[in-house]
């Protein structure tokens, strides 16, 4: 059963019904709404004997006692108040949603004594409750309960009681902007690639149209007019036809030059004739988690009415081994008229990303590109599930990423280039081949596509360890993570809104 969330707020104290919710930082004595929420005085007595302090992300559970006005209370844990941060304020909204417990009606009393609770916290609590409830069960014909009421999607009634109730509603409507856009990439990435290839992909993106984002849909025959060698290569193997995907939004002034994200959308990948050991590739379904990334942003921006000229694209293929794949060996010429000798089919990804860049600079001149991929192994080696690794050209762009990156808690580490790995993807019988070998296999993945961007600012996210796969948290509990989506919409809404 899935979970939606039906949120208000109110600055006065509504009449509670269901499950009380109240926030406690480590200062704080007794937390707001607790006077009249629990007449008995019970929380004092529950959290001297559950030693209950207020320690960030812990939880007092209590049945209320005959005559309150809730059945339960929870007090959530803040920590300290002078370390609060945007991602705490989402953390707690998570353990808000995490405690519903099956509860129709949600009271939060978001007003914290010494604490002074602003509109944008009051939204950020609201956006990880959000986010804590997205579900993907879509196939899942029982579910808990097999019940007539266990199969429905339950929508639970959630009140937040803060002081500035008319400023968090309309600092809310921007967080529910990037809340549709996380849950948007999620989906995409959680879809089965049986439902999900080139064409369906393209066809959610075009519906971003209703929200008055331009779209263009290049078929195989226009990809093939514009030299897009080595994207098609990739395609070539498989029955479903490729697409290019070109998203433009236009909330900026006409004479500035658009930022650009370009995102890697191989819908499944077995690894082509150099193919991929069984064990796992069932997650190869995820390896469009970029190009599901940029689709959400475009969604979010739009959604906002965001204040800048942006454009998406996203090169959609799939990678099967078939009489007509690639073959290691083979030399293709992409778009710029570079020559590739293939080493391996199964690095297809910067053949994809590498027409998409080339196309995107070439007809925009973008104030910067940004591509996102789920591109290589070598980057969970390096770096877990914890950062996605940052490549870059340009350090103002980089130290920019970073800052978003900190802000969101959607976390980078930039990785080296260097002319010494570059020498590493020469080839003997092409312009250069598209892998280096096992060694630094990320840096000379980011060398190759490196090629691509000519003088225009730009930065490569390798997101293979946090787009699909990446550890639970307190805003997340789908294989499918969103990641990419928040961090690059606090990138524009920092740096580059009129």
Request: with cysteine; aromatic share 6%.
């Amino acid at each position: 059963m899935s979970i939606k969330l039906a949120i208000s707020f109110s600055k006065s104290q509504p009449v509670i019904e269901g499950l009380a919710i109240a926030l406690k930082t480590a200062e704080a004595e007794t937390p707001s709404g607790m006077t009249d929420a629990d007449p008995a005085g019970i929380y004092a007595r529950a959290a001297k004997v559950a030693n209950f302090s207020g320690k960030a992300s812990s939880v007092l559970d209590i049945v209320a006692p005959h005559g309150s006005a809730a059945d339960r209370l929870v007090v959530l844990g803040l920590g300290k108040a002078e370390n609060l941060t945007a991602h705490d304020w989402l953390k707690a909204g998570g353990s808000a949603t995490a405690n519903l417990k099956g509860a129709d009606d949600l009271t939060v009393f978001l007003d914290v004594p010494g604490l002074a609770i602003t509109p944008k916290s009051a939204a950020d609590f609201a956006l990880g409750m959000l986010l804590r409830a997205y579900k993907f069960d879509t196939y899942k014909t029982k579910k808990k309960g097999d019940d007539e009421e266990a199969k429905a999607d339950k929508t639970v009634k959630v009140t937040i009681v803060t002081a500035d109730a008319s400023g968090a509603k309309k600092a809310f409507a921007e967080a529910r902007a990037i809340a549709d856009g996380v849950v948007l990439a999620r989906d995409l990435v959680n879809e089965p690639a049986n439902v999900l290839g080139p064409l369906e992909f393209a066809a959610k993106a075009k519906e971003l149209e209703e929200l008055g984002v331009e779209i263009e849909i290049l078929t195989e025959k226009e990809m093939k007019k514009l030299g897009m060698g080595a994207l098609l290569g990739v395609a070539q193997g498989s029955v479903r036809p490729p697409r290019l995907v070109v998203m433009q939004w236009k909330g900026g002034k006409s004479k500035d030059k658009p930022i650009a994200f370009i995102g890697k959308g191989v819908v499944f990948d077995t690894g082509g004739i150099s193919i991929k050991p069984a064990g796992g590739m069932e997650d190869m379904k995820g390896d469009m988690g970029g190009a599901a990334a940029v689709t959400g942003l475009m969604h979010v921006l739009a959604a906002r009415k965001a204040k800048a000229n942006v454009v998406g694209i996203i090169g959609l293929v799939e990678n099967m081994p078939d009489g007509n794949a690639q073959r290691p060996g083979d030399i293709v010429t992409s778009m710029s008229g570079q020559t590739i000798e293939v080493i391996n089919t199964d690095a297809e990804g910067r053949l994809v990303l590498c027409d998409a860049l080339w196309y995107c600079n070439e007809r925009f001149e973008p104030a910067f590109m940004i591509n996102l991929a789920t591109l290589t192994g070598a980057i969970l080696v390096a770096l877990g599930n914890l950062h996605a690794g940052l490549f870059s050209n340009d350090d103002v762009l980089s130290e920019k990423l970073l800052a978003a990156g900190m802000a969101t808690n959607e976390r980078l580490w930039r990785m080296p280039l260097g002319k010494d790995y570059d020498k590493m993807i020469d080839s003997k019988f092409a312009d250069m081949k598209n892998t280096g070998g096992r060694h630094a296999g990320s840096i000379t993945a980011a060398q190759f596509l490196k090629r691509f961007v000519k003088d225009t600012p730009w930065a490569h996210l390798d997101i293979a360890g946090t787009a699909m796969g990446s550890p639970n948290d307190e805003i997340n509990q789908s294989w499918g993570s969103g990641y990419g989506v928040r961090l690059l919409d606090e990138l524009v809404r920092a740096n580059y809104e009129a």
